[in-house]
């Protein structure tokens, strides 16, 4: 097997994860890695956050429905720093409003105002937003680069993947393929990708 971590999508079944030695819960507690993990993204597991099966009898399937949010580039205008957002990518982690609310807040309009701010604290909103929808105009996609391959897993929530090349090419502009969410409700419109859809169905993991 090889050592570089790799994510693939079995058709109507798990994600199949090989490599990866990093997997943390929502508090940051290490959850249990094995070198071949078949993870739940159906939603129905009952073995969360590994596959039991359960895909069969819930029909789930790897693609269908319509994304939550239009594949567009919003580019939000500051003096020292501009910020993009893409709402197709957005999985309303909401980490920017816990960091930075009086940057980041929809009861803004618009709703992101950078000026707001110190080029940090942007700057932190970006490295913390675990989809990539929010990045700094004018730069790369965004990619932190981390101690290695590691996958978090979001409460009620998606997989938050980190170095680790996405098992498919990147569906939405300024997406980074090394920086992403993937759905483990089974209701994205987005899939393999999550795009909120669990936060509108109040989806629970346990």
Same mark, same amino acid.
């Given at each position: 097997?090889?050592?570089?971590?790799?994510?693939?999508?079995?058709?109507?079944?798990?994600?199949?994860?090989?490599?990866?030695?990093?997997?943390?819960?929502?508090? &940051?507690?290490?959850?249990?890695?094995?070198? %071949?993990? +078949?993870? =739940?993204?159906? *939603? !129905?597991?009952?073995?969360?956050?590994?596959?039991?099966?359960?895909?069969?009898?819930?029909?789930?399937?790897?693609?269908?429905?319509?994304?939550?949010?239009?594949?567009?580039?919003?580019?939000?205008?500051?003096?020292?720093?501009?910020?993009?957002?893409?709402?197709?990518?957005?999985?309303?982690?909401?980490?920017?409003?816990?960091?930075?609310?009086?940057?980041?807040?929809?009861?803004?309009?618009?709703?992101?105002?950078?000026?707001? &701010?110190?080029?940090?604290?942007?700057?932190? %909103?970006? +490295?913390? =937003?675990?989809? *990539? !929808?929010?990045?700094?105009?004018?730069?790369?996609?965004?990619?932190?680069?981390?101690?290695?391959?590691?996958?978090?897993?979001?409460?009620?929530?998606?997989?938050?993947?980190?170095?680790?090349?996405?098992?498919?090419?990147?569906?939405?502009?300024?997406?980074?393929?090394?920086?992403?969410?993937?759905?483990?409700?089974?209701?994205?419109?987005?899939?393999?990708?999550?795009?909120?859809?669990?936060?509108?169905?109040?989806?629970?993991?346990?």
């Amino acid at each position: 097997m090889s050592d570089k971590p790799t994510i693939e999508e079995r058709e109507n079944g798990p994600l199949v994860v090989k490599g990866v030695t990093r997997m943390r819960d929502s508090s &940051g507690a290490e959850v249990e890695c094995k070198p %071949v993990m +078949a993870l =739940c993204r159906c *939603g !129905a597991s009952k073995s969360k956050p590994y596959c039991d099966g359960s895909h069969k009898d819930a029909g789930f399937e790897s693609r269908g429905g319509t994304p939550a949010g239009r594949d567009r580039l919003i580019t939000y205008q500051g003096t020292d720093v501009s910020v993009t957002y893409n709402p197709m990518l957005c999985s309303h982690a909401a980490q920017c409003g816990k960091l930075a609310k009086h940057i980041f807040n929809p009861a803004m309009k618009p709703w992101v105002q950078p000026d707001n &701010g110190t080029v940090e604290d942007v700057r932190d %909103v970006i +490295a913390a =937003c675990p989809s *990539g !929808a929010l990045a700094l105009a004018d730069t790369d996609p965004p990619h932190l680069l981390s101690d290695g391959a590691e996958v978090t897993i979001e409460k009620n929530g998606p997989y938050w993947i980190l170095d680790v090349q996405s098992p498919v090419p990147p569906k939405g502009e300024n997406m980074s393929d090394r920086k992403y969410v993937l759905c483990r409700c089974g209701k994205s419109g987005n899939k393999p990708y999550c795009d909120g859809s669990h936060r509108d169905a109040k989806w629970q993991d346990d």
